[in-house]
């Protein structure tokens, strides 16, 4: 017995726990601890997740953990009890208010020890030198360690935080610890981003909201408030400022489709939830970034959310913009970002942050929650729920601004457009849309043509007219006419040719789940959809009418990515204006007043990269 409490306390590794919070360089990466304390957490409703507050010793100090819920099974399994040793794997320390809260998401139980009695004599975290005059750490005695405690020592610890106000924040929870089972409970949070007053109007009704991107040293959570929140409340908050949000506010599953928050859950305030500016804005982190290099960007994909700093190289005027969606103006203006790669980058910034832009040419930029476009090979947008600070106090700012007075300003930079803008099919952007996305927003109906592309299955292909008569000269492609028997006329190059070259003119009505619609297609991508060229098809039209219609209904059923272009049709159109003048039946005024949609190019599903696309699409929504 002796024996393997001598061994046991050979194999912990002691003062490993403080190292962890104290960040210590040659720390133990993934120490060996004792559990000294098990307690499901009170207060919760049937059918959610467990919590798990555990307490960890490395035989000098002890700490609290919160069991992150992927960890549960441990427990719920009866792997880890109370005395076993267990190395920790993965965790996050944090320091909430004056506590000291170990958020651990892995381990692995050490079962060749079994349970053992508490090894040593720890004690509990002490709070940093700088607050100890206002700080006394308590110490339990040993007969309560492995009892249930942890509620006792809870209250101890925050009787003694120092602000007058403090006491009302009993329940400081990391924003990990938040979900929709906990009750009391108060963050302390950063506030890294703030939305512009939001307004719908629908058939059930009008209102407004606004989020608030909140963030402690466990993760990050969105808050939106609607209403009358959201006249309360807006003004509370600023960027960048720390907060006390205090419960009643509602936990619930998080619409990951409107966040680039990599959270489960979000906040939606109550009428008396509780917003305080926090004495002390230090102990909370500053903003987390995830940087993407400039010369990096082509190997993001496209409509992927990132983070990026860059000197601000050029700042572009303000335009106004009229948005396809909503109908309504915003503003807009476009920047220049370089860095240390050699390469520069457009960045678009919207609404409020553009009208008010004032950061100068020269300055380091940090942006969080940008998107990537292909439109000129790479170019990157500010979502509405990110953020931008300026010189912002990290490495990162002063390693660009040395970098950039020490010559970087005189290089000369690439652009993305150069490297990636032919594999593209041209410096433009093509958003993937749906049908009824596509109806909806109105594409090609404005002066200029819209670009897009879409996934969509063929329905049906006209017949009547395929194809038309070409030139055979290179490049002309030009309709000629048959004046005489195997004599073909092109009016463009003056000369009779013996036959003509059939080109495609397909009329092709395609649909997804919102809708159809009606594509055009050229002769490249006639004969993709097809399988063959219109020479050949028309020789079997020629020959073999029931082939003919064969080959059509197999290209039906066939599902393609389209990359179109919508432009109203201007021949149409003028055509339009002088039917009007005679009475038109409305069903047909369809026929004319048309937006055309030319495909340029289709590709056939890659359904490696489609499924990938969809698992990302359903994991937004939350469905195990
Ligand atoms: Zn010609």
Redesign the pocket.
């Given at each position: 017995m002796a024996n393997i409490i001598a061994k046991a306390m050979a194999r912990v590794d002691a003062g490993a726990l403080n190292d962890i919070f104290d960040n210590k360089p040659g720390r133990v990466e993934q120490p060996v601890v004792q559990c000294v304390n098990i307690k499901r957490i009170s207060g919760q409703e049937p059918g959610g997740p467990e919590r798990y507050r555990v307490v960890f010793s490395d035989t000098k100090n002890y700490v609290q953990t919160m069991l992150a819920t992927a960890a549960n099974h441990h427990i719920q399994s009866g792997a880890l009890r109370c005395g076993m040793l267990l190395q920790l794997l993965g965790y996050q320390a944090n320091n909430v208010k004056q506590r000291k809260i170990l958020i651990v998401t892995d381990l692995k139980c050490l079962e060749e020890y079994g349970e053992l009695k508490k090894l040593g004599n720890p004690e509990p975290l002490k709070v940093k030198p700088e607050d100890e005059n206002t700080s006394h750490p308590t110490t339990i005695t040993s007969n309560t360690f492995y009892g249930n405690s942890s509620n006792q020592h809870q209250q101890s610890m925050v009787s003694h935080t120092k602000a007058p106000t403090s006491s009302d924040h009993a329940n400081i929870y990391p924003i990990e610890g938040l979900s929709p089972y906990s009750h009391k409970w108060t963050i302390k949070v950063r506030c890294t981003s703030k939305s512009d007053i939001r307004t719908w109007h629908n058939r059930n009704g009008e209102g407004k909201l606004f989020s608030v991107n909140l963030l402690d040293e466990s993760g990050e959570i969105r808050a939106t408030g609607f209403n009358d929140e959201c006249d309360q409340l807006y003004p509370a908050f600023q960027e960048g400022s720390v907060y006390y949000i205090t419960s009643p506010c509602r936990v619930q599953i998080a619409k990951k489709q409107f966040s680039n928050i990599n959270n489960d859950y979000e906040l939606t305030f109550e009428r008396d939830t509780r917003v305080e500016k926090a004495e002390d804005q230090q102990d909370v982190p500053q903003v987390k970034f995830n940087f993407v290099r400039i010369s990096e960007l082509a190997s993001v994909e496209k409509d992927t959310t990132i983070d990026v700093i860059g000197i601000l190289r050029d700042v572009g005027e303000t335009s106004q913009i009229t948005s396809k969606t909503t109908s309504k103006p915003y503003d807009k203006r476009e920047l220049t970002l370089v860095d240390q790669t050699g390469f520069s980058v457009r960045l678009t910034v919207w609404g409020k942050t553009a009208s008010s832009f004032d950061v100068l040419p020269g300055s380091v930029v940090a942006f969080k929650g940008v998107k990537v476009s292909d439109f000129g090979g790479r170019s990157l947008s500010l979502l509405s729920s990110g953020s931008m600070a300026a010189n912002p106090d990290i490495q990162e700012a002063y390693k660009l601004k040395g970098w950039y007075s020490n010559g970087g300003q005189s290089e000369n930079f690439s652009t993305h457009a150069s490297v990636t803008g032919t594999v593209t099919g041209g410096a433009r952007s093509d958003p993937f849309k749906t049908i009824i996305e596509v109806k909806d927003e109105q594409l090609g109906m404005s002066e200029n043509a819209d670009w897009f592309s879409v996934k969509a299955s063929i329905q049906h292909i006209k017949q009547n007219t395929f194809c038309y008569p070409?030139?055979?000269?290179e490049g002309?492609?030009?309709k000629?006419n048959e004046v005489y028997p195997g004599q073909w006329r092109?009016?463009?190059?003056d000369?009779n040719?013996p036959k003509p070259e059939y080109r495609y003119i397909l009329s092709v009505n395609v649909s997804d789940h919102t809708g159809q619609l009606w594509l055009s297609c050229f002769d490249d991508t006639g004969r993709q959809l097809i399988g063959m060229t219109a020479d050949k098809l028309m020789e079997i039209k020629e020959t073999n009418e029931k082939k003919l219609a064969d080959i059509f209904s197999d290209a039906n059923c066939r599902t393609w990515n389209f990359k179109c272009k919508a432009k109203m049709d201007v021949f149409q159109e003028e055509q339009r204006q002088v039917l009007s003048l005679s009475p038109v039946k409305s069903s047909h005024a369809d026929e004319f007043d048309r937006v055309r949609y030319q495909v340029q190019a289709a590709s056939p599903l890659n359904f490696v990269a489609e499924s990938e696309k969809l698992v990302a699409l359903i994991k937004q929504y939350n469905i195990d």
């Open positions: 070409s030139c055979l000269t002309c492609n030009k000629v092109c009016e463009r190059c000369k040719h």
